[in-house]
T-cell receptor
Framework: GQQVMQIPQYQHVQEGEDFTTYCNSSTTLSNIQWYKQRPGGHPVFLIQLVKSGEVKKQKRLTFQFGEAKKNSSLHITATQTTDVGTYFCAGPKIQNSGGSNYKLTFGKGTLLTVNP | DGGITQSPKYLFRKEGQNVTLSCEQNLNHDAMYWYRQDPGQGLRLIYYSQIVNDFQKGDIAEGYSVSREKKESFPLTVTSAQKNPTAFYLC???????????FGPGTRLTVL
């Protein structure tokens, strides 16, 4: 089935370093969503991007949606131990070929660990 | 206080037994979902429902069954046909099938 690819799978950084995770789709997405899952917890919605080239910021987090609406990135500036967790992107994908039945498809996530 | 509840948080069952996981939401959402998550893995969709009395298979539906008799409830049954049922199960809901999803706290199922 159609997938949303996410890289890297793992990233370990020293506290204070920056971090970026990337999300790619072979088809145009109407929107892209980002979620964070803390260790032992459940995914929590962070943000949704809709417009081509859109950039949104949440404190130290910067989210971008590509001009072609096929890729997205999440950048964290000066990571802190509270940033530890798995970051997922998700975008609407066609469920059945030739149909119009869309469902939200999640990438496999990027696990971020931070060394204090 | 609106949200999604899943119970129990931890569940142990013997191999060969069916087990039903509970998911309830009071957000008035039409769509509900069940995901399976294995260690170090992403979210794999088991079943989803866009409206009461209707549900669709996801990517890994074999060995699972669901019902959607009420808008607020979407229970998942893990049957004995599921070959590797030990996993973390997450329920979610949303206003529509491509919108923001709200997740429950999850149920960690261990089959002995």
């Amino acid at each position: 089935g159609q997938q949303v690819m996410q890289i890297p799978q793992y990233q370990h950084v020293q506290e204070g370093e920056d971090f970026t995770t990337y999300c790619n789709s072979s088809t145009t997405l109407s929107n892209i969503q980002w979620y964070k899952q803390r260790p032992g917890g459940h995914p929590v919605f962070l943000i949704q991007l809709v417009k081509s080239g859109e950039v949104k910021k949440q404190k130290r987090l910067t989210f971008q949606f590509g001009e072609a609406k096929k890729n997205s990135s999440l950048h964290i500036t000066a990571t802190q131990t509270t940033d530890v967790g798995t970051y997922f992107c998700a975008g609407p994908k066609i469920q059945n070929s030739g149909g119009s039945n869309y469902k939200l498809t999640f990438g496999k996530g990027t696990l971020l660990t931070v060394n204090p | 206080d609106g949200g999604i509840t899943q119970s129990p948080k931890y569940l142990f069952r013997k191999e060969g037994q069916n087990v039903t996981l509970s998911c309830e939401q009071n957000l008035n959402h039409d769509a509900m979902y069940w995901y399976r998550q294995d260690p170090g893995q992403g979210l794999r969709l088991i079943y989803y429902s866009q409206i009461v009395n209707d549900f669709q298979k996801g990517d890994i539906a074999e060995g699972y069954s669901v019902s959607r008799e009420k808008k607020e409830s979407f229970p998942l049954t893990v049957t004995s046909a599921q070959k590797n049922p030990t996993a973390f199960y997450l329920c979610a809901s949303s206003w529509d099938r491509v919108g923001e999803q709200f997740f429950g706290p999850g149920t960690r199922l261990t089959v002995l």
